[in-house]
């Protein structure tokens, strides 16, 4: 069974930086992304890269502040964030999309292999 560990979150100061690693047993021909729930609210999508073509989504609330990317011989994906503010505060997931192959998703539907989450608290 496919198992994805993150590492990387930690506290940062507002306008600060941090990157977080998402790394799996097995990630070839998948789709990954990075999710977040911050307290008292729902998990909501942060980004997703592409199996191999490299394309990329992102939240509106991210573009431009974070970049995903993957290393596909390491089975390891990365979530650069950049001029963090404490509205990310939250409890960051990396996920594999369900089949092997597909288009790019943004629904929480479309994982089914989920890691157990590291926490990135930003102090303002």
């Known amino acids: 069974q496919v198992q994805l560990v993150e590492s990387g979150g930690g506290l940062v100061q507002a306008g600060g930086s941090l990157r977080l690693s998402c790394a799996a047993s097995?990630?070839?021909?998948?789709?990954v992304a990075w999710f977040r729930q911050a307290p008292g609210k729902e998990r909501e999508f942060v980004a997703v890269?592409?199996?191999?073509?490299?394309?990329?989504l992102y939240a509106t609330s991210v573009k431009g502040r974070f970049t995903i990317s993957r290393d596909n011989a390491r089975n390891t994906v990365y979530l650069q964030m950049n001029s963090l503010k404490p509205e990310d505060t939250a409890i960051y997931y990396c996920?594999?999309?369900?089949?092997?192959?597909?288009?790019?998703?943004?629904?929480?539907?479309?994982?089914?292999?989920w890691g157990q989450g590291t926490q990135v608290t930003v102090s303002s």
């Open positions: 890269i592409h199996y191999s073509l490299g394309r990329t």
């Open positions: 996920a594999r999309q369900w089949s092997p192959m597909v288009a790019l998703r943004t629904e929480e539907r479309a994982y089914d292999t």
């Open positions: 097995a990630f070839s021909g998948y789709n």
